[in-house]
């Protein structure tokens, strides 16, 4: 559709289009500059009148049901797209940290080159400059607002992933003595530049949408699927050659998307394969290939008439709530019960020159600000929590039930696994505690061993002197084991 001469989402007179459509080019292919104005004036029949790129994403892509109650039927065109985005993630993930690492390649720096692409292309046009100047001028009377920080919070742990396990799977195939603290450094040095860098790109568009529609860049207020999908191709409709914006703007989000799902999806396969080594780990691609299956299946749901409804209340109660919980969780087994000096120690064994003093803001960072600031930012969340809505939409006390099953299935295996860990461990309750929250060797050797030849396609250098050794004790460690 993108090649198109006149791009369907630009005019009306389609069979999903209503009689209050309001048209992006007129009839002779000229633009309308009155568009978006006119939405805002304009009713018909006491219904509020859409532009074309709204009415094609919510009658034509989406093909909305009624409400969360109504699945509706599948849309076989989203289908076919979810099964070549998953074939896509199979393909660069079937041959372990190998293939990604060459999928990487190109899906890491790819999206940034064509997002400055974009960013030049829309700085030159007229109210870009407004766009920016909002977005770099500091809102004091916002700051003051508890509720802005702790959105922020939220935001940074879900962009970095933190709660997920994809930046600890991930690590896993470095060195031992990787220096996996100047790491943890510029990954987040990284993510916080990119997030500025595309909110560059994102606000000269919407200020070159304000100057157009003739109202202010604070009330063009689209986020997430209506972002993308309404008011980037509305922009790019307005430009020069919109067939070729809207192509690199789509291959961007296309790259951003199987990027983004390597991290997670390799927490899963390696997870299975580390849990069952015996079996699943000495068939990694067909687990990749079932989990790719799976995948694909349980997102059949979310590509019907009623998949916005199910897809925003899955984002919207497990991203605020399932991403706090479990890094808190995660930063009270790693302070109080493995222990910080523990932890402390093992990052002094892989990294000997790190500063004593550098550890000792570290531990105390792990036992109080993270825990503390995690329970505070949860409390809030959970305090002002609010159900979803979707327009005008509001969703019934069944959508609301189902959103709290989900933050709640999220959360339920932690302390189902300590629960059924005391019940299976044999001692006394302080024994079994003490068994549970130490470090087993075995299993880390064992996967350290497991790994060997994908960590040297990862890093294209030989194992170090430690990692040599550690597969060397293998065999002692399981006679010990034994004993």
């Given amino acids: 559709m993108c090649f198109r001469p006149t791009p369907p989402w630009t005019t009306c007179g389609h069979e999903w289009n209503t009689e209050g459509c309001i048209p992006i080019w007129d009839v002779n292919g000229t633009i309308n500059v009155n568009a978006s104005s006119n939405r805002i004036m304009n009713t018909t029949g006491g219904r509020a009148s859409m532009l074309a790129t709204e009415e094609f994403w919510t009658y034509n892509v989406l093909d909305l049901s009624r409400g969360f109650e109504f699945m509706g039927t599948l849309k076989w065109e989203l289908a076919l797209a979810v099964t070549i985005s998953w074939t896509l993630v199979f393909i660069c993930l079937c041959k372990g ?48 607002s508890y509720q802005v920080w702790v959105e922020g919070f939220i935001y940074g742990f879900y962009s970095l992933g933190n709660g997920y396990g994809a930046v600890t799977t991930l690590g896993s195939y470095n ?3 990787d220096q996996s603290l100047g790491n943890s450094i510029i990954i987040s040095i990284a993510d916080l530049l990119a997030a500025i860098y595309c909110g560059f790109a994102l606000f000269t568009i919407l200020g070159y949408m304000a100057y157009e529609t003739g109202i202010p860049v604070s009330e063009i207020r689209n986020s997430g699927p209506g ?3 309404i008011t980037y191709p509305h922009t790019a409709s307005l430009l020069p050659l919109p067939q070729l914006w809207t192509v690199l703007f789509f291959l961007t989000c296309i790259l951003l998307a199987v990027d983004s799902q390597f991290g997670a999806f390799k927490t899963l396969t390696s997870g ?12 990694k691609v067909l687990v990749c290939l079932a989990a790719c299956v799976g995948g694909n299946l349980l997102g059949l749901i979310f590509i019907t008439q009623g998949g916005m409804y199910y897809f925003q209340v899955v984002d919207w109660y497990s991203a605020a709530l399932g991403t706090t919980t479990i890094s808190f969780f995660e930063g009270l ?10 932890f402390c120690e093992n990052i002094k064994e892989m990294m000997p020159t790190l500063p004593n003093r550098v550890l000792k803001v570290l531990k105390f960072h792990w036992k109080f600000v993270l825990p503390v600031i995690c329970l505070v930012v949860l409390s809030i969340t959970l305090w002002r929590f609010k159900p979803p809505t979707l327009n005008d939409y509001s969703y019934p006390d069944i959508a609301q039930t189902v959103g709290w099953v989900i933050a709640t299935g999220i959360v339920l295996p932690i302390p189902a696994a300590i629960v059924y860990g005391l019940f299976t461990t044999q001692g006394s309750l302080m024994q079994r505690f003490k068994h549970l929250s130490a470090m087993r060797y075995d299993s880390f050797v064992k996967h350290s061993c497991d790994e060997c030849k994908e960590k040297s396609y990862f890093s294209d250098l030989p194992l170090d002197k430690t990692e040599l050794e550690m597969c060397h004790m293998l065999p002692d460690v399981f006679q010990d084991d034994r004993a």
């Avoid at 990604?100 to 190109?106: E, L, N």
């Avoid at 299975?272 to 068939?283: A, Q």
Wanted: proline share 7%; glycine share 8%.
């Fill in 272 to 283: 299975l394969c580390d849990l069952y080594p015996g079996t699943l780990g000495k068939h």
């Fill in 175 to 177: 060195r031992f003595h």
């Fill in 227 to 229: 972002l993308i999908f």
């Fill in 97 to 144: 940290v190998f293939s990604s690492r060459i999928a990487v390649y190109i899906t890491a720096p790819a999206p940034f080159i064509l997002l400055t692409i974009l960013l030049i292309r829309a700085s030159l046009l007229p109210g870009s400059l407004d766009g920016v100047l909002f977005y770099v001028t500091p809102d004091w009377d916002g700051l003051k």
């Fill in 333 to 342: 087994a790693i302070a109080w019960v493995y222990g910080a000096d523990n």
